[in-house]
């Protein structure tokens, strides 16, 4: 691991000089001054270093420093903000976890607000391997296209894996799946960020006839923004054959939790009735949230027994979460000694097998859930795993840089699966599926056929 890390700070002069964009890209940007940036790269560490308990959960602190040295000696001419975070944002996948990296304040909000004032974005939706190839998945926002699945040979002139790289050089998270993941749902984000509002795109794809595409930027809002704003597109339950029911939870954060309450409640009503045998929980698209969500809305209909969310912790004491007896600053370690029984008696409790589906995209919260499902016997793992960390830091934390607004975010906790186990270090599934890029329904149907010995196919 320290050999891939020394890699990585080796690389970062070379990694600028390839993220640089046009300097016309930012011309209306306000710029800040070096001492600025190095001021703010200073506080970027002790953000860090304040806040995170364990930074060996994902980074040699060595070799974080000696990163954060390479960068401050780059920080010798006024940039934007957008060419400050393209810096500082190279230590995203040194630090290997998707609750630790420098962001911008409110991706979404700035996202919105381009939009409106007549922005536009990168016109598709993309799939991107951690190898580096590029894939069409849809238009931007959602809508079919006659290209999906086709790969991306060049955009603007630069080979799509060059691109994929400088960007891939950015991304947060634990893995380079993960990241790659991260990416293709977010690669019009880190287009616009890196090479700026860019208003037309020549897009080369490799297909028979060697398709090369002239298309205008677009103005549709991406698809994870339309999908997060709408209950229907987060939250599903359906009928499957061979008394198979399916549940998708793509996020355990909504804004109405007894709207989610409501529908979980009203899923198990079904199941009860419809006399399911097997339950398919679709997690792979669930990014985390509040643990309440699956605490108070899933376990207490397919929990058999008590139990708790993780073994043990390492926490750093903030003033804003301080206990008594405890001094801010501090770093606490300690058993997790509360235990939430089971509700066995509940008329909707679910007695037949539970299937979870696991992805790249499956973190936080959505793996501590996945963790109490697998290690208390609750259910079956299933899907794509070598993503994510089976134990999760967590309760992160913001502090805006003084000068460029940015955004280092850091855990203040680790938590510890509740078997204890050390390994495998990553979320892996029981039953391996193979995941579709372009079609959702492939698993569940793969899962389904292997679960009822192929007798059965869900569509």
């Known amino acids: 691991m320290q050999r891939r890390q020394a890699g990585r700070i080796a690389g970062v002069a070379a990694l600028l000089a390839v993220l640089w964009p046009s300097p016309a890209a930012f011309a209306a940007q306000p710029r800040f001054s070096a001492p600025q940036l190095r001021q703010d790269l200073a506080a970027l560490g002790a953000a860090i270093r304040d806040t995170h308990p364990y930074p060996a959960h994902s980074i040699d602190t060595a070799a974080l420093a000696r990163a954060l040295d390479a960068l401050e000696r780059q920080l010798d001419r006024p940039m934007t903000r957008d060419e400050a975070w393209a810096v500082f944002a190279t230590l995203n996948p040194l630090l290997a976890d998707g609750h630790l990296f420098v962001g911008f304040e409110d991706w979404r909000g700035a996202t919105e607000a381009h939009l409106e004032s007549g922005g536009v974005l990168f016109p598709f939706e993309l799939h991107v391997t951690p190898d580096l190839r590029v894939f069409v998945r849809s238009q931007l926002g959602g809508a079919a296209s006659v290209y999906a699945g086709t790969r991306v040979r060049s955009i603007n002139g630069v080979d799509a894996g060059v691109v994929s790289r400088t960007l891939l050089a950015l991304v947060h998270g634990d893995t380079a799946t993960f990241r790659a993941d991260l990416l293709s749902r977010r690669w019009w984000f880190y287009y616009w960020k890196t090479y700026g509002a860019v208003a037309e795109f020549e897009v080369a794809l490799d297909d028979p006839t060697r398709t090369s595409l002239h298309v205008p930027g ?43 309450l409501r529908f979980t409640r009203d899923a198990f009503s ?190």
């Open 218 to 260: 677009s103005r549709h809002r991406p698809a994870i923004l339309v999908a997060e704003a709408s209950f229907d597109r987060q939250f599903g339950f359906a009928s499957l054959p061979c008394d198979t029911a399916l549940l998708t939870l793509r996020t355990f954060s909504w804004p109405d939790k007894a709207q989610f």
């Open 270 to 459: 079904k199941i009860r009735d419809d006399r399911v045998r097997r339950l398919i929980i679709d997690v792979r698209d669930n990014g985390g949230g509040d643990d309440d969500f699956w605490m108070h809305g899933i376990l207490p209909y397919i929990a058999t027994g008590p139990y708790r969310w993780g073994s043990t912790y390492r926490k750093r004491v903030l003033e804003a979460y301080r206990d008594e007896g405890e001094t801010t600053g501090q770093v606490v370690t300690g058993a997790i000694d509360r235990w939430i029984p089971s509700e066995p008696m509940n008329p909707l409790h679910f007695p037949g097998t539970v299937y979870v589906l696991i992805g790249p995209a499956t973190y936080s919260s959505a793996v501590l859930f996945a963790n109490v499902m697998r290690d208390f016997g609750f259910g079956v793992l299933a899907g794509s795993g070598g993503s994510v960390r089976a134990d999760q830091s967590g309760s992160v934390q913001q502090r805006i840089l003084p000068n460029t607004g940015l955004v280092v975010w850091s855990p203040r906790f680790v938590l510890y699966r509740p078997s204890g186990a050390s390994e495998p270090m990553l979320l892996e599934p029981d039953y391996p599926i193979e995941e579709d890029p372009f079609n959702a329904g492939a698993a569940v149907n793969r899962l389904l056929g292997r679960i009822t010995g192929g007798a059965c196919n869900a569509r």
